[in-house]
């Protein structure tokens, strides 16, 4: 099964004979429902004709919605039953041992993602003397800080454990790409360069993937362990993403960038422009797709975020003694 990417200015998705009829300005294509296992529309200049949001409602295929910047800004999808003692214990959960011990290990893993990153990166690509031993000195660092969280019980001291790796990381990442990037934007400011527009527009990809195995569980995407609770912020998905934010979206960038002969010219009006965004996105999904091993199963790495919600869930519902979190070695 795949994933349906609506992303030209003009595109018309309806229904004729049982199948979804996509509508392009150079050529058109039928698709059997079966074939598909999500609809994501990425421009506003597309439509969808109720037919159509009918019968992905009927086969179960949930339809999103990006901005112009990847913001995901929603979802339709069809009514499923509640998992009411699920919730409850999520809820209970963030009061009591599990909320911190959850929060740890997601930190933790996220750190630990973030040396892998760049000590792979260290060994493949040339860099100045100085700017290696940067790297390398920051890959020493921050294997302690790895150690620092297990250690703590407080979820700001988490956070600010998880903020201090990101300093160092970031300061770093600047060196694998061949484009200008300030590491030093606060993490609401729009972004002005075509790194930072690619690894925001990237995020956004990755947190609809999340929310949506999240809703498929039946967790409350907004009852989170890490992040602060926030009514515009679902905390439970952007905790997960955590661990999936270098695995998927920050190599993606980095080779995304690296491979595009004018990095400059990614962006038009302070966004990515049609074009790369539509290779962009691509890139994406393959590397979603890619097979990668941990605790000795080889899937793709979608299967695995769907994975690590249901050990989050069994783990809520006792059923598991442990959260074990995603980690790339």
Excluded at 23 to 39: C, D, G, H, R, V
Aim: hydrophobic share 40%; with cysteine; net charge positive.
């Amino acid at each position: 099964m795949a994933r349906l990417l609506i992303n030209d200015f003009g595109a018309f998705l309806g229904v004729k004979r049982g199948s979804f009829y996509l509508k392009l300005k150079k050529e058109n294509a039928i698709i059997a429902p079966s074939k598909i296992e999500q609809i994501i529309v990425l421009t506003g200049g597309a439509s969808i004709s109720s037919a159509a949001i009918r019968q992905a409602l009927k086969f179960n295929i949930p339809i999103s919605f990006h901005l112009s910047d990847g913001r995901f800004i929603g979802m339709l999808k069809r009514i499923d039953s509640a998992n009411i003692l699920l919730r409850k214990k999520q809820y209970e959960a963030r009061f009591n041992e599990k909320a911190i011990e959850i929060a740890k290990r997601i930190a933790s893993a996220k750190i630990y993602n973030q040396r892998t990153l760049l000590s792979q990166y260290l060994r493949s690509r040339e860099l100045k003397d100085d700017q290696r031993q940067e790297v390398s000195k920051a890959i020493e660092e921050i294997g302690k800080y790895i150690e620092e969280v297990k250690a703590v019980f407080d979820q700001k001291e988490v956070m600010n454990i998880e903020a201090e790796a990101a300093k160092l990381y970031w300061n770093c990442f600047k060196y694998f790409v061949k484009a200008p990037f300030d590491e030093r934007r606060q993490r609401f400011e729009e972004p002005k360069d075509p790194v930072n527009a690619c690894l925001n527009y990237g995020y956004s990809i990755l947190g609809s993937q999340v929310w949506h195995a999240v809703e498929i569980k039946g967790l409350d995407p907004y009852a989170g362990f890490l992040h602060i609770d926030n009514p515009r912020r679902p905390a439970l998905v952007m905790d997960l993403m955590e661990e999936f934010r270098q695995v998927v979206v920050d190599r993606v960038v980095i080779r995304f960038v690296n491979s595009v002969e004018k990095p400059e010219g990614i962006l038009e009006r302070g966004l990515i422009s049609r074009k790369h965004r539509r290779d962009f996105v691509a890139m994406i999904f393959q590397r979603l797709e890619e097979k990668i091993s941990f605790e000795d199963r080889r899937l793709p790495i979608i299967a695995h975020i769907h994975s690590q919600v249901t050990k989050l869930a069994e783990y809520l519902m006792d059923r598991r003694k442990s959260y074990t979190p995603f980690i790339e070695r």
